[in-house]
């Protein structure tokens, strides 16, 4: 059974920090790339960051680049997204999603993602 779970959302000031977690299970982190995704009100889902499974091999979207850290724990089943220097504009709710095999384009296309997580609400404001 395929499951990811994300948690560590929260209300931010800007410039603060948040780091989200994605716990999988069903020998995603063997198999899958993960991505992470973001979902603004009003506006469609885009992509934010992704890491291939063996190569760790990542990619960030330019709004995030620069100030979001993707890595993942194996042995852990964990994938993290590190987001420092938080903007009103990165306010959203987040995905983490898994797709099988090892592809993580620039730009991080939603396209190939088939598993997703209920998803973590992002708020930043003063």
């Known amino acids: 059974q395929v499951q990811l779970v994300e948690s560590g959302g929260g209300l931010v000031q800007p410039g603060g920090s948040l780091r989200l977690s994605c716990a999988t299970s069903g020998d995603i982190m063997e198999y899958y790339t993960i991505g992470w995704f973001r979902q603004a009100p009003g506006k469609g889902r885009e992509g934010v960051s992704c890491i291939q499974r063996a190569s760790r091999h990542t990619n960030y979207a330019d709004s995030v680049r620069g100030r979001f850290t993707i890595s993942r724990d194996n042995g852990q089943e964990m994938v993290y997204l590190q987001m420092n220097n938080l903007k009103p504009d990165d306010t959203a709710v987040y995905y983490c999603?898994?797709?099988?095999?090892?592809?993580?384009?620039?730009?991080?296309?939603?396209?190939?993602?088939?598993?997703w997580g209920q998803g973590t609400q992002v708020t930043v404001s003063s």
């Open positions: 999603a898994a797709r099988f095999g090892d592809y993580c384009s620039s730009g991080v296309s939603l396209r190939g993602y088939n598993y």
